[in-house]
């Protein structure tokens, strides 16, 4: 009986499972604890930045928070 011709041997893939390492992904940072007073003090912060202008407390209540909040 005839043989069939020999193919060479393939090489089986292997595939190498990387682990995650802390360094791979940027760990979320710890989140900022604001304090109510925190957010009144900037609040005023910015009131006088604005020179003492008429605007809207809660505005700057709510962009006193925002930065607080984005440290």
Not at 12 to 21: A, E, L, N, Y
Not at 29 to 53: C, F, H, K, L, W
């Amino acid at each position: 009986m005839p043989r069939a011709p020999k193919t060479p041997e393939k090489t089986p893939t292997v595939r190498v499972k990387r682990t995650r390492r802390a360094s791979d992904s940027q760990l979320a940072p710890a989140p900022v604890q604001v304090t109510d007073q925190d957010i009144s003090q900037r609040a005023y912060q910015i009131y006088e930045s604005r020179g003492r202008a008429t605007g809207s407390p809660l505005d700057d209540w709510l962009e006193a928070e925002r930065q607080l909040t984005s440290r």
